[in-house]
C-alpha cells in the first residue's frame, strides 16, 4: 500500500482556515486521495476524495499537487466541532482496503 | 454518503463468553464490508474484509478461528469475538465500501472484557 505522511498535530483558531497537509510520493496513477476525520468515540466520518482535480464539497476542499505527490485538505473557516484526527488515505477501486495511519490530531482554539 | 449502524454501541462481557458485533448498511447495498479495531491512543487497524456469499479475507495476524465474520446478505456483515478476552477489549468499527476506494463507517462498538 502506498502510504502517506501527515504531521501528528495542528491548531487553529475558530473561524480561521485550515490546511492540513499530506504527502503521498509514492502515490501510484490509480490511487484516489481520501480523507477522513474521526471524533473522540466515534468511527471515521468521510470527509472528500480526489483523483486529479481539486474538489469542494460542503465539508472541505482538496488541493491536489500537479505531480499529485501531496495534497492539501482546507477547512474554509474551522469550528469548535471540527477538532478531531484528521486521516489522508490512498485507496484505489471500490471494494480496495484501506490502511489507516496517525493521522493529524487538529486542535482548534476558541 | 451511505449510513452504516452497528449494534450494540457498547457491551461489556465476562472472560470466555462470546459476543457478536452487528453491522448494517442502512441505505446501500454492500457487497464488500470491512471491520477494523481502534486500541486507545491508536489509529484503526484493519481486521478483515468481508465480502457477501463468501468467506472473509482476514489480515495477517487476526485469528479467522476467534474473530468470525458472517456476511449472509447485502445489509448486513456481523463479527462474533469467540471466548472473548480482556486483551480482545477495544472499539471495533465496520465500513461498507463506496465508489472509488470510499468507506463509510459506523459509530462503532466498544468492547469491554472483564
Known amino acids: 500500500d502506498a502510504k502517506t505522511t501527515q504531521p501528528n498535530s495542528m491548531e487553529s483558531n475558530e473561524e480561521e482556515p485550515v490546511h492540513l497537509p499530506c504527502n503521498h510520493s509514492?502515490?501510484?496513477?490509480?490511487?484516489?486521495i481520501h480523507w477522513y476525520r474521526q471524533l473522540p468515540s466515534q468511527g471515521p466520518e468521510y470527509v472528500i476524495h480526489g483523483l486529479t482535480s481539486n474538489v469542494n464539497n460542503r465539508m472541505a476542499s482538496l488541493a491536489i499537487a500537479e505531480d499529485r505527490k501531496s495534497s492539501t485538505l482546507i477547512l474554509h473557516r474551522a469550528t469548535l466541532r471540527d477538532a478531531a484526527v484528521y486521516y489522508c488515505?490512498?485507496?484505489?477501486?471500490?471494494?480496495?482496503?484501506?490502511?489507516f495511519g496517525e493521522g493529524t490530531q487538529l486542535t482548534v482554539n476558541p | 454518503g451511505a449510513v452504516v449502524s452497528q449494534h450494540p454501541s457498547r457491551v461489556i462481557c465476562k472472560s470466555g463468553t462470546s459476543v457478536k458485533i452487528e453491522c448494517r448498511s442502512l441505505?446501500?447495498?454492500?457487497?464488500?464490508m470491512f471491520w477494523y479495531r481502534q486500541f486507545p491512543k491508536q489509529s484503526l487497524m484493519l481486521m478483515a474484509t468481508?465480502?457477501?456469499?463468501?468467506?472473509?479475507?482476514?489480515e495477517q495476524g487476526v485469528e479467522k478461528d476467534k474473530f468470525l465474520i458472517n456476511h449472509a446478505s447485502l445489509t448486513l456483515s456481523t463479527l462474533t469475538v469467540t471466548s472473548a478476552h480482556p486483551e480482545d477489549s477495544s472499539f471495533y468499527i465496520c465500513g461498507t465500501s463506496g465508489a472509488h476506494g470510499t468507506q463509510y463507517f459506523g459509530p462503532g462498538t466498544r468492547l469491554t472484557v472483564l
Open positions: 441505505d446501500f447495498q454492500a457487497t464488500t
Open positions: 509514492t502515490i501510484s496513477g490509480t490511487d484516489y
Open positions: 468481508s465480502n457477501e456469499g463468501s468467506k472473509a479475507t482476514y
Open positions: 488515505i490512498l485507496g484505489e477501486t471500490s471494494g480496495s482496503r484501506l490502511t
